[in-house]
């Protein structure tokens, strides 16, 4: 079975496959027990094999994670999304939820972290809370090394912990034997009446490659295709689809959201550089697509490759790792120059993390020191522990290129550099919770560019398209 084999259903099929639901949307939550520092489960599995056999399918990703995401998006064959509380309200969850799943038939969501886990010891954002918001059946994912009857008693706490949680099955992970799998099913079933729907193997390999982030990048992995194949095959032989398929038809109707969009200008129509290759690759979907429809040209912009900054208005210099590519990124001298010419003209530059380091003067990993834009007059420095994680609030306090002061924004951060070197640029924004460039403070604004360590959700900002056209047009929008 291949990802080539992929095919739109035939007539007749979508009653074949939802004689239960009549056709509309299904979709459930797939979520893990313990956060796996290895998972031969994943999401990504069950797309590639949904979508191979059934339908187009939609794939989400709870909570802010980029990587996850876009590897559910190359498995799914469109874009993935993020679904987060602590970004989205209500209206925006179902709109996004909508958005990403119209011309599909199935909707699947992977969970991050533990089923309850979130801001504290109530579970507040957390991904069971996000389930309970959008009524969505779950599954559960119980990494089973070295257990038997202890998984029935996880399961079992887990449903009564939280009896409003509609939990409908279970999926063991990591299963050394035939007979422990067997244990637990029975003990499942006996303690708690839930089905498991599957028991993928312990694997020494997985195809799948780590580093101080998370996986490697979608954009990174040549083998892309052979590995989700791999782990398609794999989920064909060890998981029921048919039975998860049946769970997720029992989701309940969705509440009808409009589906939030730009709001489209009339008039020039202004060109939006995106930094986009191996070393950026940092941006939700409804960040590119608000820009677009607000009347926004995306330029794809690669700073490994590119020997000259194209004629733009404005550029989005999103996250990603630039320290991975420090070395290639600083031979590319030309485009480097480039870049630091139009920020001194004047250019709007909005940059996240990746980007604010990519725009300093120098990057330092170890021992050694690459140059980079110097757009701004500061240093970066790559630390062996996370300087910031976790999610940001803020508020704009002063004037800037983007956004107009007392502006609230939601964001998150996941960084391990930090600026090497004093400085003593203006920062425009007040943090209530995260650590940003530090001292409470983030958002560097120097000339024409907003640098900051915080990544932005647009649909935690109102107005984000209009603010980029405003700054993209010199303030005349």
């Known amino acids: 079975m291949r990802l080539a084999d992929i095919r739109p259903l035939k007539e007749g099929e979508a009653e074949r496959y939802w004689p239960a639901n009549n056709g509309r949307l299904k979709y459930l939550f797939i979520c893990e027990d313990v956060k796996l520092v290895r998972k031969p489960f994943d999401l990504r599995d069950v797309l590639g094999e949904e979508y ?7 794939g989400f990703k709870k909570g802010p994670d980029f990587i996850d ?43 991050n972290r533990g089923l309850f886990d979130g801001l504290d010891p109530q579970g507040s954002h957390s991904t069971a809370e996000l389930a309970k918001t959008l009524r969505t059946p779950v599954v559960l994912v119980v990494n089973t090394t070295k257990t038997t009857r202890t998984v029935a008693a ?35 079933l006996d303690a708690t009446g839930l089905e498991v729907l599957g028991a993928v193997p312990r694997l020494d390999e997985t195809g799948l490659i780590s580093r101080h982030l998370g996986l490697v990048t979608v954009d990174e992995e040549d083998r892309d295709d052979d590995v989700l194949d791999r782990l398609a095959d794999l989920m ?19 509440e009808h959201a409009e589906i939030r969009r ?52 404005a550029l989005y210099a999103g996250g990603g790792f630039p320290e991975v590519y420090a070395r290639r990124l600083s031979e590319n001298r030309a485009f480097r120059d480039s870049l630091r010419r139009r920020a001194e003209e004047g250019l709007p530059i909005w940059a996240e993390c990746g980007g604010l380091m990519y725009l300093a003067r120098t990057l330092r990993w170890g021992q050694e020191s690459f140059p980079m834009v110097g757009a701004l007059p500061i240093d970066i420095e790559q630390m062996k522990r996370p300087q910031g994680h976790g999610y940001v609030e803020g508020e704009v306090e002063a004037a800037n290129p983007f956004l107009k002061p007392g502006t609230r924004l939601r964001g998150h951060e996941f960084h391990y550099s930090r600026t090497s070197s004093e400085t ?37 900002v109102d107005g984000w398209g209009e603010a980029w056209l405003r700054a993209a047009s010199g303030g005349a929008v």
């Open 424 to 460: 003593d640029l203006q920062t425009v924004l007040r943090l209530q919770k995260g650590t940003g460039i530090g001292g409470g403070r983030d958002g560097l604004c120097y000339r024409s560019v907003l640098a900051s360590y915080t990544h932005l959700h647009a649909l935690s």
């Open 236 to 254: 064909e032989k060890h998981v029921d689809i048919d039975r998860l398929l049946g769970v997720a038809a029992t989701a309940r109707p969705l």
């Open 262 to 313: 730009g709001s489209p200008r009339t008039g020039h129509r202004v060109r939006v550089g995106v930094l986009r290759d191996r070393a950026f690759s940092f941006y939700y979907q409804e960040n590119l697509e608000l820009l677009e429809e607000a009347g926004a040209q995306l330029v794809p912009v690669s700073p490994l490759e590119t020997d000259e900054l194209p004629e733009i208005d």
């Open 52 to 58: 191979k056999v059934y339908a187009p399918v939609a």
């Open 69 to 111: 995401a876009a590897w559910i998006g190359r498995a799914s064959g469109r874009p993935g999304r993020n679904l987060d509380t602590f970004f989205m309200d209500s209206a925006a969850l179902l709109s996004t939820l909508q958005r990403g799943s119209m011309g599909t038939r199935v909707a699947v969501i992977e969970g």
């Open 154 to 188: 996880l399961v079992a706490g887990c449903r009564a912990l939280d009896p409003d949680l509609d939990l409908q099955g279970v999926i063991l992970n990591r299963v050394a034997t035939c007979r422990q799998e067997q244990v637990i099913r029975q003990a499942v």
